[in-house]
T-cell receptor, first 111, second 114 residues
Framework: SQQGEEDPQALSIQEGENATMNCSYK?????LQWYRQNSGRGLVHLIL?????REKHSGRLRVTLDTSKKSSSLLITASRAADTASYFC???????????FGTGTRLTVIP | GAVVSQHPSRVICKSGTSVKIECRSL??????MFWYRQFPKQSLMLMAT?????????EQGVEKDKFLINHASLTLSTLTVTSAHPEDSSFYIC??????????FGPGTRLTVL
């Protein structure tokens, strides 16, 4: 299976705290993307980091990529109740957009 | 941003029947469309990649005769689940991309097979 793994599987934090999710994958990649999914809904693209990048920021999101360890992390700072969702990493091996998703982290932000 | 729609959003069918799910790119021409399946509380699994005008490429373990994919135009791809069984009940999500631009995901179709 080319599916990546994420940890933790579930994370519960208080509003205002930071949330960190980790993703490990198995193959070489062209890029890695993070998505958010509210329960039973479609996906929202959050951020893309290319294989030659190590860190990327977008608003309250910070993503790191370590290709030597085949791992990535997503940090959400100053969390809000509205951040409650499932977060998935997805790898694109060739840049052809066929994505292989991680197992996901279910984040709950308690107001 | 670009919009991808799916129809229907929810479908319930009897075991043994076939169900067709449509994926449309509403404001761009999608050279490639992707179909994913997501079981409850699990991640998305890529089923197949379809390029307009050519046969779909299926991932290992996905039965091409059971999950028929047609990508007849640059704005429409269809997934037909043939002879559906309860174990096919899942959330089916498509994504569409133009060239190597980022894909846009549809809202998903929830299939329940009784």
């Amino acid at each position: 299976s080319q599916q990546g793994e994420e940890d933790p599987q579930a994370l519960s934090i208080q509003e205002g705290e930071n949330a960190t999710m980790n993703c490990s994958y198995k193959t070489s990649i062209n890029n890695l993307q993070w998505y958010r999914q509210n329960s039973g809904r479609g996906l929202v693209h959050l951020i893309l980091i290319r294989s030659n990048e190590r860190e990327k920021h977008s608003g309250r999101l910070r993503v790191t990529l370590d290709t030597s360890k085949k791992s990535s992390s997503l940090l959400i700072t100053a969390s809000r109740a509205a951040d409650t969702a499932s977060y998935f990493c997805a790898t694109d091996q060739t840049g052809a957009n066929n994505l292989f998703f991680g197992t996901g982290t279910r984040l709950t932000v308690i107001p | 941003g670009a919009v991808v729609s799916q129809h229907p959003s929810r479908v319930i069918c009897k075991s043994g029947t076939s169900v067709k799910i449509e994926c449309r790119s509403l404001d761009f021409q999608a050279t490639t469309m992707f179909w994913y399946r997501q079981f409850p509380k699990q991640s998305l699994m890529l089923m197949a990649t379809s390029n307009e005008g050519s046969k779909a490429t299926y991932e290992q373990g996905v039965e091409k005769d059971k999950f028929l994919i047609n990508h007849a135009s640059l704005t429409l791809s269809t997934l037909t689940v043939t002879s559906a069984h309860p174990e096919d009940s899942s959330f089916y999500i498509c994504s569409a991309a133009r060239g190597q631009a980022l894909p846009y995901f549809g809202p998903g179709t929830r299939l329940t097979v009784l």
